[in-house]
């Protein structure tokens, strides 16, 4: 009896045994609740430069300083742009008072001497008629001569013609300037002050300010450098937005959407995800397999997807890996 006593055990634990592989390699397996994914942190930069050629002056900020909107970062030479300024300004005031004389038209006291004059060439055209009939009678009874009586009437032709000429300026004195010339002058202005507003412009963008609050993470030249316009003086790193660039797999496309939350979770605060939310999704594979797939190839396509950051902090560093943790709902496991 002791004997099979052993054997029983023995039985008994290899009856256990497979069981125990049975249950485990039958038994149904729980879905998945959420998907893990990987990817970088993906912060903008934007190389930061004068709009305008200039002497470089200021360099107001190192690396690693931070920088708020409309905060200065370097400045030019503004002597050049100054100088441009007051010659588009004193352009503008001449074309501007040009335009106000057309407007303003003749004064009254030109169009009166104007007056003047015809009233007198009217008096002085009756006198020399006058003078002319008489010379003209005259010579019928020969107490004057041809030369006399030609003389006469040529001096009231002259008077005559003297008089249509005084009539014809003081018309067009009463009518004022032609449109046109009035038209013209509106638009020499109109550029006059176009071209100060520019000047001004110019002369705004010899101060370099920052767009975005961020970090300064280049600087690229130093005082006394002479730039062209869009030279990179420093690159500046944005603190918003942050972004985090994943990829996931083909067969778990469907399983995420724009608009899903996720958790980001990063080496340095693992016990501290990261709240985001799923934006642009590449309708592109990143990873385009041969033309001839098979089916294991097509398991190897990888689509590019993005994660906006909505609780970002500084320990978000560009290029820092990051864990993706996707919830999965009951219909999409």
């Not at 335009?99 to 007056?115: C, V, W």
């Amino acid at each position: 009896m002791k004997r099979k006593l052993p054997l029983l055990l023995l039985l008994l634990l290899a009856a256990a045994a497979l069981a125990l592989w049975f249950w485990q390699t039958h038994r149904v397996q729980p879905a998945a609740t959420r998907l893990t994914l990987h990817g970088n942190v993906d912060i903008r930069e934007v190389n930061l430069g004068f709009r305008v050629a200039g002497r470089v002056t200021q360099v107001l900020k190192n690396e690693g300083d931070t920088v708020a909107p409309g905060e200065p970062i370097a400045t030019l030479d503004p002597a050049p742009a100054e100088q441009t300024v007051a010659q588009a300004s004193a352009a503008r005031d001449a074309a501007e008072a040009a335009l106000a004389l057309l407007l303003a038209g003749y004064r009254p006291e030109e169009i009166a001497q104007a007056r003047a004059t015809v009233s007198q060439l009217e008096a002085t055209l009756a006198n020399n008629r006058l003078i002319a009939q008489r010379a003209a009678e005259l010579l019928k009874s020969n107490a004057a001569t041809q030369q006399d009586s030609d003389n006469a009437a040529t001096a009231a032709t002259a008077t005559e013609k003297q008089l249509d000429s005084a009539r014809a300026n003081l018309a067009l004195m009463l009518a004022g300037n032609r449109p046109e010339d009035i038209a013209r002058a509106r638009a020499q202005a109109a550029q006059a002050r176009a071209a100060l507003e520019s000047a001004r412009i110019n002369l705004a963008d010899t101060t370099l300010t920052a767009p975005s609050p961020g970090a300064i993470l280049t600087r690229a030249l130093e005082p006394g450098a002479i730039v062209q316009p869009g030279a990179t003086i420093c690159t500046l790193s944005l603190d918003r937005p942050v972004w985090i660039r994943a990829y996931i797999d083909e067969p778990d496309l469907g399983k995420i959407s724009p608009g899903q939350r996720v958790e980001v979770i990063t080496d340095t605060r693992p016990g501290k995800p990261y709240e985001g939310v799923i934006g642009f999704i590449s309708p592109r594979a990143e990873f385009t397999p041969k033309t001839i797939q098979t089916e294991s190839l097509r398991t190897t396509l990888v689509y590019r997807f993005r994660v906006t950051i909505a609780d970002a902090d500084d320990m978000l560093r560009q290029g820092m890996p990051v864990t993706v943790r996707v919830p999965l709902s009951a219909t999409n496991r």
